[in-house]
T-cell receptor, first 111, second 114 residues
Framework: GQNIDQPTEMTATEGAIVQINCTYQTSGFNGLFWYQQHAGEAPTFLSYNVLDGLEEKGRFSSFLSRSKGYSYLLLKELQMKDSASYLCAVRASGSARQLTFGSGTQLTVLP | DTGVSQDPRHKITKRGQNVTFRCDPISEHNRLYWYRQTLGQGPEFLTYFQNEAQLEKSRLLSDRFSAERPKGSFSTLEIQRTEQGDSAMYLC????????????FGPGTRLLVL
């Protein structure tokens, strides 16, 4: 089975940096994804890690340590529009490759 | 590319009625996934198609649920004899079948069973 843990809520200030952590336990691993989801909308893809290390994409970076079952999403220069739920998801090994999601971290960016 | 589309966006039905949702994936995406999401939770996998073949179903998918993808393009998800517990957002996602692929989600169909 798969178990994914991430904090339920976080609050940060506009212009600041925030790190959202995700730990996972899986019976098979074939990549870790981060999605952003605004209320009432579909998840939108942010980043993908399959090898250990840091992937940077503009203001967003994602880190993976497979040996520790740990990832984080780093958001820099926070903007009000970054207020959303951030979903950590692990892709299963095997043919289906469905994603198993955590419950999401609701980030609130304050002025 | 217009992205993944879903229809309807919202559905209100009475308990016991049947409902059907449609998903149109990104063209040339041969993998299609259905997920269900309830408030405050992440999406949960329901089922997966590779072209027209349904290759995996979650145990969450009771026998009241059926999904099809007859021509390997659009897909439908039907729920028979709906129950209040079926109220959720039903999300469709599609991807290519390359080794490294990203699933792109549609806007979802929000179902409310009264």
């Amino acid at each position: 089975g798969q178990n994914i843990d991430q904090p339920t809520e976080m609050t940060a200030t506009e212009g600041a940096i925030v790190q959202i952590n995700c730990t996972y336990q899986t019976s098979g691993f074939n990549g870790l994804f981060w999605y952003q989801q605004h209320a009432g909308e579909a998840p939108t893809f942010l980043s993908y890690n399959v090898l250990d290390g840091l992937e940077e994409k503009g203001r967003f970076s994602s880190f993976l340590s497979r040996s520790k079952g740990y990832s984080y999403l780093l958001l820099k220069e926070l903007q009000m529009k970054d207020s959303a739920s951030y979903l950590c998801a692990v892709r299963a090994s095997g043919s289906a490759r469905q994603l198993t999601f955590g419950s999401g971290t609701q980030l609130t960016v304050l002025p | 590319d217009t992205g993944v589309s879903q229809d309807p966006r919202h559905k209100i039905t009475k308990r016991g009625q049947n409902v059907t949702f449609r998903c149109d994936p990104i063209s040339e995406h041969n993998r299609l996934y259905w997920y269900r999401q309830t408030l405050g939770q992440g999406p949960e996998f329901l089922t997966y198609f590779q072209n027209e073949a349904q290759l995996e179903k979650s145990r969450l998918l009771s026998d009241r649920f059926s999904a099809e993808r007859p021509k390997g393009s659009f897909s439908t998800l039907e729920i028979q004899r709906t129950e209040q517990g079926d109220s959720a957002m039903y999300l469709c996602a599609s991807s290519t079948d390359r080794e490294v692929e990203t699933q792109y989600f549609g806007p979802g169909t929000r179902l409310l069973v009264l």
